[in-house]
């Protein structure tokens, strides 16, 4: 007749499952979180004294994005969350870093404060053709004294762009 497995070594294997156990939940725990957090994009004004974000998050069954400004990462600040299917494409700074640009499924800007981080405007920089539209602006440039964008509407997967010019209110 085999042994009784002693009390130790019972004691030992407890342990030793429940701390991988625990291991393996803290694991999983710390890569959701970082998943929380995940940056897809971010950019800095010429001067460097910001940074504006955009983050991925779980929402509703699927992915959703979060644009956030501030000094730092870990000290930026949730501005807006986006709808699900709402993706940003660009994120540009005026030349003095006072307004930052989101744009938003690559025809619409929204701009904000970067000191106040309050909306400054939503401008729509040409009518989406579809969803997602065709479509798409690249190189956001804000004026001189921020009133105004200038832009490339281009096809979305081909080349052949053209010029475009957008007041910001």
């Keep these: 007749m085999p042994a009784a497995p002693s009390r130790l070594v019972v004691t030992i294997i407890t342990a030793l499952v429940v701390g991988g156990l625990a291991g393996f939940a803290g694991f999983v725990a710390g890569k959701r979180n970082a998943e929380e957090h995940r940056i897809v994009l971010s950019s800095t004004p010429p001067d460097a004294k910001r940074v504006a974000l955009v983050r991925d998050r779980s929402c509703d069954g699927g992915r959703c994005q979060t644009l956030w400004l501030g000094a730092t ?7 807006l969350q986006l709808t699900g299917g709402e993706k940003v494409e660009e994120i540009a700074f005026s030349a003095d870093g006072s307004l930052v640009g989101f744009l938003v499924n690559g025809y619409q800007l929204r701009v904000f404060e970067s000191e106040s981080r309050l909306p400054r405007a939503t401008v729509e920089l040409f009518e989406p053709d579809d ?3 065709k479509r798409i602006a690249r190189g956001i440039t804000f004026s ?3 009133a105004a964008v200038t832009y490339d509407e281009c096809p979305r997967h081909t080349s052949g762009c053209k010029s475009g010019l957008s007041g910001v209110r």
């Design 73 to 79: 990462t870990d000290t930026a600040t949730e501005l």
């Design 131 to 133: 969803i997602p539209s």
């Design 144 to 146: 001189a004294n921020g």
